[in-house]
């Protein structure tokens, strides 16, 4: 006899009641068999059981967000439940009261589900969990914590720390943001031992053993800096509590900004740094804790040591936040290398960077640490900066924007220079209001002529956004400049960057106080020069990332060239990074596993030093990896003739040695080239030396030692080219092999006379060039995908593609892709382009190289303590 059908209505009690007992730690078949002794309805309980299976397994198994986690996890948590949860609608609520689209709130809901699916259940006995979310700077990793401890909250963990930075400013802004979205709501089952006035104090905080008795039916909230001060004051009270009142007490500690201050800097092999070793600490300090770290550049925690199981290596699982639809991030305000053809012009950026001119420099920012000689000058690029914030702070208003507008200038971290910068502001200020009275016409003639050019070279339509006239703007001026406010903030003023009152506009002068997690409301303008010796440091230092609806086409950043292209390199090691997340998933690769392929990657030489200790050595590995070259010496005949003969030699090899040519479309195709031919092409053909990842030395060692291992023992090489036109040019590039040749335009900013930059020469249709699979089918799979099936179906076999590319190669826009970002190749003779396919290896052959040497780079990465905190010693070893 087979069992009915059940509705939802029938089986929802039965779900609900698994649920409860899997959060206490019973397992859903035990939770079942008590069920059926209470209820006596084997058929309904098994359906019930079976719809509580299904749920949790739908939500680890969910696409997005791309996840990788140790294998034994738990399977425990199905969703929420809205007839028994309360803490999460609550907060869902207010998201849509705040203006939260749907779309935004279900990515936020399933995000949050598979990261809480991921922690223990907070009724086994013990557990010490470690894992990572990684989301992108400025883009809502507060709303996905905030909707982890919701949830957590509602499934009886009872303990809730959030580590929130170094800085008191962002510990105030997260404080405030969680009191107001969750404990607020539901004020009689939380409370707070902290607040936005005041960090964590052992001395004035009530005795554990009492309070957290007398409050075992409330939630509990710290919001706590990253300072050896309350962290060590934590962790004593939480010791000082009965073994059996912290056994009844799971806490999640969630580390805000992780890879600040949380990550061993020691210099010495066996050292800790204090605030790592607290953090570690304060894990142990009780038997069920969950630890996971929040951060959106995770190359410093991605290579701790993965061999110490007490550091905080994410072992237990790694989670890809999505990006928002409408977040603005690094791509699009730097763009990135395009890593195919088929991403687009978008990925170039949109064209919103304002060049410092180096001679500048000096006028905003003392060179080197001697400052005593030096006097500030309102530099010309800075007094644009300000014209312009004024501009679109007036157009904000124009629009109907009844909100703050921000802009930040960060030249340096020193005090006595914000200072002087901010004297120059508010003379700046006075000179312009002035005018403004006295000779209007002038003025605003030279305004108009400003906003006119940002509008041409910005389009409002290339963002999505109505545009703005001159006109419409101008009775917002005045207004604007009568509302505006100066404010310094760092360590040393009385001042402090605080949202309050009406919104207005806000000029903010600052160093590291406004470089980490704290949010700029409104932010339209930027004027960085601050340098440091790591990406990460400076991509954290980025505060123009987040969302800017109804004003996308209005932020600026002005900075120097240099660290427009360090922006630019770093986007691009990140999306890598997030991409190689995506493949190790459909592989079902482990953190563990993970961590190799990040201590191999050739380009992070991106963090501080310290944290590096463990992988110092760099090494470069090409499993998996698709490296391409991008630039290319257009000008130099020379150059180019090489790499044509090279090319052609390679053919004239391959044929005579396999006798076999293939006709794929629009490509030629040589099967079971042997090494050696594929060696003696690596070591004729000129590669650029600005091509990182395709150094010979490195490129032809790890090819040699995999060929010992058996492996690239074989090769495919394939030219590719395009259907023909009537009146294209063909290039004979091998003996009997012809094609039509590809247009490949030069990205506009980083091309000169000596380099021009394609961006990318590869599409994502040559990864399957060789593969048994129709096109259509390709077309409809990402890289990480095809990647993987090349791995499982040539397992040992590489792949060289060649690109003929037109030496002149005019600029084609595609849909609605911004002009004046590519232009003419023009390059003196035709482009040889090359690109390398390498199968996921069995045994990884790093090759040792170094990395480049940071340490003539000016420092600026530490700022002097807080009046009230000891912070200057953060990062000094134990």
Not at 7 to 25: C, D, H, K, M, Y
Not at 799 to 811: M, Q
């Amino acid at each position: 006899m087979t069992d009915r059908q059940y509705t939802q209505a029938e089986l929802e009690p039965i779900v609900e009641n698994i649920r409860r007992q899997a959060s206490l730690g019973i397992t859903p078949s035990d939770a079942a068999r008590q069920l059926h002794e209470l209820i006596g309805d084997p058929a309904r309980v098994r359906a019930g059981l079976a719809e509580y299976l299904r749920r949790v397994g739908a939500i680890r198994w969910l696409r997005e967000p791309p996840t990788l986690e140790e294998p034994g996890l738990p399977t425990w948590y199905p969703g929420p439940c809205e007839s028994d949860d309360c803490n999460w609608p609550a907060l869902r609520r207010v998201l849509v009261d705040v203006g939260w689209e749907p779309e935004d709130l279900l990515s936020l809901d399933r995000a949050s589900d598979s990261i809480l699916s991921r922690l223990p259940p907070p009724g086994l006995s013990e557990f010490h969990t470690r894992g990572l979310v990684l989301g992108h700077v400025q883009s809502g990793k507060t709303a996905n914590y905030s909707a982890v401890i919701a949830k957590a909250a509602d499934m009886n963990y009872r303990l809730f720390i959030v580590l929130s930075g170094v800085h008191e400013g962002l510990r105030r802004q997260t404080q405030s943001r969680l009191e107001d979205q969750i404990c607020r709501q539901h004020p009689e089952d939380w409370v707070s031992l902290t607040s936005s006035a005041n960090d964590f104090a052992r001395r004035t905080a009530p005795r554990a053993d009492f309070f957290l008795t007398d409050h075992h039916d409330h939630r509990v909230l710290l919001v706590v800096k990253k300072n050896q001060a309350r962290l060590r004051g934590l962790i004593g009270w939480l010791r000082s509590a009965r073994p059996n009142v912290l056994a009844a007490c799971p806490i999640l500690v969630i580390d805000d900004e992780a890879d600040q201050a949380s990550v061993n800097a020691s210099s010495g092999p066996d050292g800790r740094t204090r605030i790592n070793d607290l953090i570690i600490g304060l894990i142990q300090a009780a038997p069920k804790v969950a630890y996971v770290g929040y951060t959106a550049t995770p190359f410093a925690n991605l290579l701790v040591d993965v061999s110490n199981p007490e550091d905080l290596y994410p072992r237990d699982f790694i989670v890809d936040l999505p990006r928002p639809a409408a977040y603005f991030g690094p791509e699009r305000v730097f763009g990135r290398e395009r890593l195919t053809q088929e991403e687009g012009e978008a990925i170039d950026g949109l064209d919103m960077i304002r060049r410092i001119p180096g001679d500048e420099v000096a006028l905003v920012k003392p060179p080197g640490r001697n400052r005593a000689d030096w006097d500030p000058t309102l530099a010309p690029s800075l007094e644009m900066a300000l014209a312009y914030f004024i501009l679109a702070a007036a157009a904000r208003r124009a629009r109907g924007h009844d909100d703050f507008s921000s802009m930040l200038v960060h030249t340096s971290m020193y005090t006595d220079v914000h200072r002087s910068t901010i004297d120059l502001v508010v003379a700046w200020r006075a000179d312009l209001s002035v005018a403004l009275e006295t000779d209007r016409e002038t003025v605003l003639g030279r305004l108009r002529r400003h906003w006119e050019e940002e509008t041409e070279r910005v389009p409002a339509a290339d963002a999505s956004e109505t545009a703005t006239s001159f006109d419409d703007l101008v009775p917002h001026i005045t207004p604007i400049m009568a509302a505006l406010e100066l404010v310094r903030d760092d360590y040393d003023s009385q001042d402090r960057l605080d949202y309050e009152g009406e919104p207005h506009p806000i000029i903010v002068v600052g160093g590291n106080t406004l470089s980490r997690g704290l949010t700029l409301k409104g932010l339209i303008v930027s004027y960085f020069v601050r340098t440091a010796s790591a990406y990460d440091t400076l991509l954290q230092m980025g505060r123009w990332f987040g969302y800017r609806q109804g004003y996308a086409d209005l932020p600026r950043v002005w900075m120097t060239d240099e660290l427009a292209g360090y922006f630019h390199d770093l986007a691009t090691v990140e999306h890598e990074i997030r991409e190689d997340i995506k493949l190790y998933e459909i592989e079902r690769a482990t953190p563990r596993e993970f961590a190799v392929r990040i201590r191999t990657h050739p380009a992070l030489s991106i963090t501080a030093r310290a944290k590096m200790q463990h992988a110092i050595e760099c090494f470069a590995s090409y499993s998996g990896r698709r490296p391409q070259m991008t630039i290319y010496r257009h000008r130099d005949a020379a150059w180019l003739g090489a790499n044509r003969r090279a090319a052609w030699d390679l053919l004239e090899r391959s044929l005579a040695e396999t006798g076999s040519l293939e006709s794929p479309a629009n490509a030629a195709l040589i099967r079971g080239v042997g090494v050696d031919s594929i060696l003696h092409f690596i070591e004729a053909y000129r590669f650029h030396e600005r091509a990182e990842e395709l150094r010979p030395s490195l490129l032809a060692g790890y090819i040699r030692d995999q060929a010992a291992l058996g492996s690239l023992v074989r090769w495919n090489v394939a030219v590719i080219g395009r259907a023909a036109r009537d009146g294209d040019r063909v290039l004979e590039i091998g003996p009997g092999i012809s094609m039509p040749l590809l247009n490949r335009a030069a990205l506009r900013d980083r091309t000169d006379e000596v380099d021009a930059d394609l961006g990318a020469v590869m599409s994502r249709a040559d990864l399957a060039i060789d593969l048994a699979m129709p096109s259509a089918e390709v077309a409809g799979l990402p890289a990480a995908t095809l990647i993987s099936r090349r791995s499982n179906e040539l397992p040992d076999v590489g792949l060289l593609l060649l690109y003929p590319i037109d030496r002149v190669s005019p600029p084609v826009r595609r849909g609605n892709a911004r002009t004046g970002v590519r232009v003419q190749l023009d390059a003196v003779d035709d482009v040889l382009g090359v690109a390398f396919v390498f199968p996921r290896a069995s045994n990884l052959t790093p090759q040792r190289y170094m990395s480049a040497n940071l340490e003539s780079v000016e420092r600026e990465e530490l700022e002097l303590p807080e009046a009230d905190d000891d912070e200057a010693d953060q990062e000094a070893p134990v």
